[in-house]
């Protein structure tokens, strides 16, 4: 399972969140075509533009507890202290990609980023 973790800032567009996936996605030398998945912390998922980009992409849509992102908070590779102070974990990007990429999750590397949004890619056996 190929996931994209996106975290954003409240308001991103839709335009804007999709050039970091796709940044991201060529970091990494992945087609769109094969991302399965769009991945963010729980209260991102319910931005317009975060369900417009999982269209456009023909990706699901997936939403991550702060639970859950906390649970795998020592494996993310670049924690931001922005998110750190208003969240409480140190990642979105990252943390929403190894949460959805479940069972033996793995980044493919650190997150990409845009002035308005961050994008991480994972892989694994899903959750």
């Known amino acids: 399972m190929i996931v994209a973790g996106v975290g954003f800032r409240r308001g991103a567009s839709a335009d804007e969140i999709e050039k970091v996936v796709r940044l991201a996605l060529g970091v990494f030398q992945l087609a769109a075509e094969r991302l399965e998945v769009l991945a963010t912390e729980s209260e991102k998922a319910t931005e317009p533009a975060f369900a417009e980009v999982a269209q456009r992409l023909s990706a699901k849509m997936t939403a991550c507890t702060v639970e859950e992102l906390d649970r795998v908070a ?7 202290k922005l998110v750190l102070d208003s969240k409480g974990v140190p990642s979105i990007a990252e943390a929403s ?31």
Do not use: E, F, K, M
Request: hydrophobic letters at 45%.
């Open 74 to 80: 020592g494996q993310v590779l670049t924690p931001s």
């Open 97 to 127: 990609a190894l949460v959805v990429a479940g069972r033996n999750a793995r980044l493919l590397g650190t997150r990409v980023a845009t002035a308005q949004a961050t994008c991480a890619i994972a892989i694994g056996d899903g959750r």
